[in-house]
């Protein structure tokens, strides 16, 4: 922590940096703060109940982020891979931002919460995580913490719904999506959601159905889930945000083994990595864009 | 009206009573898909009720005014275009175990669905509604219901206030409506409260416990705020903000509203009035592009003037209950509470500085 401090009151007071997002500790848990003074760099904590990702606040949607200046960002792994999703898909310039990589064990669920990592509090995201010393970074500060522990709660939701027969599966969605109220928190927290319009907010032509009947909400997360479609990180943001309690994230998990199935891709924190679809190989086994 | 005390066995009769006479009755139930969860569902049994439970989900004003409903259909043709109504009679529902800042919420909202234009759905609902409140333990330290005038056994927009005590709840009429209640079978048999039962007397542990939280919120906060709108204090208040709304979604007094028609053919659709929140930037994106609130700050100050200042203003209520959900629901961590607690010292001491 001492060093995230020095570090931070370095940036800051040499002027490579107008603010620093980190966390800290709030009324209720954790929270992002926005760093721009160097005396207040002691408000920077970092410790198992960071659940936050941060990359949201880089995302050029966030424009009173924006425009406080040049930022240094502290991510996790899974806030980096986030990031470089960003850059990879030209939202962000790697020059524009300063990334101070913390060595992660691991989050818990709620960062209001506890910060004993158990199986039962350990965040589903950080299960079989392989970017806990993320390698997109400017500064890498910390010690390695051993792994977290491995829940297996969230493959066993995947393996249900696996599981299920398509009427079944039908079922099931039908009656999580019928508590959506279609507030767009998921969007809202979501780094990978850059679009500065959205098509659900479309009237003309309305895309789709913008109330909050079955059909709209169905519609609404089709729409959502296919656009992260090797986009998503994984973070699990959506499904934290959302004031239904939906698993959203067991939508975008179930999209993220697809495109790993079909096109060998796995969101990563480089940046140099093409996305799947933003490129096309003369091998593609569909004839289409060959 | 006497209080009278209400065992387990009559409110259960009370409940069968209500479901075999087609009343809908609404109570807070433990969530299917996660019981540390729970929500304000139709129950068949008192037994389907948690009124032990966790503070529901969602706060009571999706049973008046729905996350969508229809306003009107249309169809055109040729020769103009036909409008059906909708009804705006509803058949009788009773909503058992009403949190204290849930009820509340309604009684606040009836002034501006009653202002200008009288909102007949709205008003359809609540004279078919029964509220039968029941006393809150607190919650946890989001709680700030009597820093905003109430408390946990606030008989606020509640018809007929229930406190747990010996023997079971003790009741206690606030409107005609629950007065009616106790003076029909199965409730009309059950004893008086003794003297010294009361309310306030049985209560008076919950409600020290949440006045901990958050002292009152100042009589002088609402002009403070109204002259305060250029303060540098919203500069840099909502820079965590996403503005998703979440906070306004499960707000008991949040009511803003989108109108959309919804077409289902080319020639016909529906008219829809949605749930909406000032805390995303389109709300008030104009045609022409300009948008007077362009920062997440000035949209969050909007969320709390109105609340602590416009509503206040216009209708002598504040238009917040302290049920806490927004500071529990933010991804962000934005807080209320303790917004309230830095705009309280703010206001105390520019007050302070201007008398001397």
């Known amino acids: ?290 | 009206m006497t209080p009278k005390i209400i065992s387990e066995s009559a409110l259960a009769a009370l409940v069968a009573n209500l479901v075999a006479g087609q009343v809908r009755v609404i109570a807070p139930v433990r969530a299917k898909d996660n019981p540390e969860h729970a929500d304000y569902l139709p129950i068949r049994r008192l037994e389907d009720a948690a009124f032990n439970g966790p503070l529901p989900r969602r706060s009571l004003k999706e049973f008046f005014l729905p996350p969508t409903e229809v306003l009107l259909r249309y169809r055109q043709h040729k020769d103009g275009v036909d409008l059906e109504e909708v009804r705006t009679t509803f058949p009788p529902q009773v909503i058992l175990g009403a949190r204290p800042c849930d009820a509340a919420g309604v009684e606040i909202l009836d002034k501006v669905m009653g202002w200008d234009y009288r909102d007949e759905l709205w008003f359809g609902r609540r004279e078919a509604t029964t509220i039968i409140g029941l006393a809150c333990p607190g919650v946890d330290d989001s709680c700030f219901c009597s820093a905003v005038g109430l408390g946990p056994d606030s008989t606020k927009g509640s018809d007929l206030l229930l406190v747990p005590c010996d023997g079971g709840y003790l009741a206690q009429a606030v409107t005609p409506k629950g007065e009616a209640l106790l003076n029909k079978e199965p409730l009309q048999a059950a004893p008086d409260a003794a003297a010294g039962q009361t309310v306030e007397a049985l209560w008076q542990g919950p409600r020290e416990k949440v006045a901990k939280n958050l002292p009152p919120v100042p009589s002088t906060l609402p002009e403070w705020l109204a002259k305060s709108f250029n303060h540098s204090y919203w500069n840099s208040l909502a820079l965590r903000c996403h503005g998703c709304g979440a906070c306004a979604s499960l707000c008991p007094t949040c009511h803003c509203f989108d109108i959309v028609d919804q077409h289902e053919h080319y020639d016909q659709g529906e008219r829809r009035r949605n749930w909406d929140s000032c805390q995303t930037g389109k709300f008030t994106l104009h045609a022409s592009n300009y948008n007077p609130r362009k920062t997440q700050s000035e949209r969050f100050r909007q969320r709390v003037t109105h609340k602590f200042s416009i509503y206040p203003q216009r209708f002598n209520s504040l238009l917040c209950t302290g049920c806490g959900r927004c500071a529990r629901v933010c991804p962000a961590g934005m807080n209320l509470p303790e917004i309230l607690g830095e705009l309280t010292q703010l206001a105390g001491t520019e007050v302070k500085g201007a008398s001397e």
């Not at chain 1, 659900?200 to 992260?228: F, Y």
């Not at chain 1, 939508?251 to 495109?259: E, F, G």
């Open chain 1, 1 to 290: 922590m001492t060093e995230l401090r020095e570090l931070a009151r370095k940036l800051l007071a040499d002027g490579s940096v107008k603010v620093v997002l980190g966390y800290e500790e709030g009324p209720r848990g954790v929270r992002p703060v926005f760093v721009t003074d160097p005396a207040q760099a002691e408000k920077l904590i970092f410790d198992t109940r960071c659940v936050q990702n941060l990359a949201a606040y880089l995302n050029p949607r966030r424009q009173h982020i924006t425009k406080l200046g040049k930022a240094a960002i502290v991510v996790k792994g899974c806030d980096a891979r986030a990031v470089a999703g960003l850059i990879r898909e030209c939202q962000i310039k790697r020059e524009d931002v300063v990334i101070i990589a913390m060595r992660c064990g691991g989050v818990v669920r709620d960062p209001a919460g506890s910060s004993e990592l158990t199986v039962d509090t350990v965040s589903d995201r950080c299960n079989g995580c392989d970017d806990r010393e993320p390698k997109l970074h400017d500064y890498l500060l910390g010690v390695l913490p051993p792994p977290p522990p491995q829940s297996t709660r969230y493959a066993e939701k995947v393996a249900q719904l696996a599981g299920m027969s398509p009427e079944e599966r039908w079922a099931f969605w039908n009656e999580q999506l019928e508590r959506c109220i279609r507030c767009h928190a998921c969007r809202e927290v979501c780094p990978m959601c850059f679009c500065v319009q959205c098509t659900a907010d479309k009237g003309r032509p309305q895309w789709i159905d913008c109330s909050a009947t079955l059909e709209g909400n169905r519609a609404w997360q089709m729409m959502r889930v296919l656009h992260q479609a090797g986009r998503c990180v994984g973070c699990l943001e959506c499904e934290r945000a959302c004031p239904a309690d939906i698993p959203l994230g067991l939508l975008t998990k179930y999209v993220a083994q697809a495109v790993e199935r079909r096109f060998g891709y796995k969101t990563c924190d480089d940046p140099a990595v093409p996305a799947p679809m933003g490129t096309f190989s003369t091998d593609d086994e569909q004839e289409f864009i060959q």
